[in-house]
């Protein structure tokens, strides 16, 4: 039965998405992840919310999935070298020699290729299972027939994001973001921070959702409030397939939301899942669109405020 | 100089789709003196696999002298292939670490041009430490973000009659203080990357592959700015003292309507101006 892996931004929120029926949980190590700190935790934290995952017989995942700079290749095998010897053995990760690395110095370790890698084929699945991954995360667009295929050919684990959002570009492709601001400081530590990419830890000021013109050789407006679109999804349609074609994890995104929320959208798959399982011939979506569209209107009022605020910050010199 | 494009396989004058035509051109190249590059899609979804076997057999039987890469599956398709023709890891291929570049050398690039986001200083280890080729863009729209949607079209590319013709035209977007160039299926940035000031800087760190990006852009952008670089490159390594010529200023300026930047080369933001020569493009610098 397929996994269903939540987001965990805080030890509240560990706990809440494990008490709300999640399989395992993500979390990112502080500077390593594609959110901003507040969202991150210290490796005490991360011992902790694994202690609490294996206590409860599930998983926990930690994220290092940004693109560093290579002098910050010491500093991320010390990291997870400290969390390995504390028990962690399920990472996430983008850069393929960073894979390879921890692969080697770390046989037993499980490694899945995160969202930004863009794993958009087979060919790039078998290429991500080569640098050590044994799960990947397929690319917010990517079709069943693309799933099916590589649930077939490439011999990985394939998970799917059933709540995340469809950037304008491609996730992990983009860097809109940086182009507009982006910094670079080295904290005590020796740690390389990139404000402005999320690619590198940093947080993405979504300048995609500002309002934009678009704009002819001349300087004449062809279209005015033109949008690039980034939406937040939420499938639910979809799961049943989902569990019919085999995808191993579903995954639910969502760190920077409230506990309460999360919670609740850990519960709404977690019993959707459930009802799909138990009685597949007769499940019907439905009785269950009501609820759905109440976490969405919760979930669309904290990303609005969110981006608001994001977009007031880019400006900032 | 590269051939084709990696944003879109129905783009006009797409050499990577029309492939009776690459021995031709390739061989023009070479009696020019010239090497021939060839790209590949920068995000080829399942259904276009097929054709990038041809591509990549084609570009071998042609000649080309590599292959640009952006997809790591692409990248994994020439290497089980026989890696006969070489691998130049593209601007989409995410290449940050020293240790990705490794990846990617052992699986047959040879040379690999970083994530934009990489600094100069950054790229300078990299190179070092991964034992390939750097490719610096020097000059010319900085990509900053790919898609398999086309954002100039309103109906499937298929049946709209803007396509292919809309990214042949010159589109901006414009948000409070930003410029960007679309392209449909890619994002550019508004302003054009300029190194011209920094060339010593980039010899005397041992950089010797350097790209003049003229995607989307004119002819005349291509062949002016091209011999700005030529010329001005060969004074740069040449050694000695180095000034800009007023009229490679100029040229850069002509052709930059929405100003100069310097990219993350300096570890600022992208649309940035670093220097002390060109920055006047740039009030807010």
Redesign the interface.
Known sequence: MAELLASGGSMEMVRAAFDNGADAVYVGATGWSRRRAQYEMDDTAIVEAERYARSAGRILRVAFNT???????PLFLARTDALYAAGVRDFIL?????M??LKNRHPDTILHASVG??I?????????K??GASQVVAEC?M?K??MR?IKAEAGVGLEVLVHATTC???L?????S???????RVDESGKDH?P??P??GGLCYR?CL????????AGEL?ASG?E?PNRAYFLADDIPDLIDLGVDTIKIQGREYSVPLVGRMVRFYRELIDACVRDRAGFRMDPWRERMARIVADRDAERREKTAGLISES?DR | MCLGSPYCRRVEGNYAEALDLLPGVVSRLHAAGKRAYVATP?????A??PHVARLVDAAAAAGADALEIH???????VREKGGFVPAHMGA?A?V?????????RD?GAVRVRP?????LE?MA??AR?AGVEVEVLVHGK?P?????RC?LLTEPEESDPKCPSACG??????????V?K?VGKG?L?GRDMCLLEHLPRLVADGFRVFRVEGLYETAAYRSEIGAVYREALVRAFAGGSFALEDRWADAARRHAPRGLCNG?SF?????MYVGTVLQDANPEV
């Open positions: 693109l560093p700079a290579s002098t910050e290749v983008t850069d393929p020699g960073l390879m690395a890698c863009t958009i084929n087979v060919q790039d699945a078998l290429f991500y080569e640098a667009r079709g027939a693309t295929r304008y570009t491609l992990g492709r983009c860097t809109m940086s182009y507009t601001k982006y910094g670079h990139f402005g990419s690619n590198r300048i500002s309002d934009w013109d678009q704009v002819g050789a062809e033109v690039l400006l | 920068a995000v080829p979804r399942e276009d696999l997809n790591m599956g692409v990248l994994r398709i989409y995410n940050y670490t020293h240790l990705a570049a490794g990846v990617m699986a994530n934009a986001e990489v600094s950054e280890i990299l430490e900085i900053l973000g790919v898609t398999d954002f035209e010159v589109h901006w977007l414009t948000s409070r203080q930003w960007l679309t994002v940035s993350y570890g600022t933001a992208g649309r």
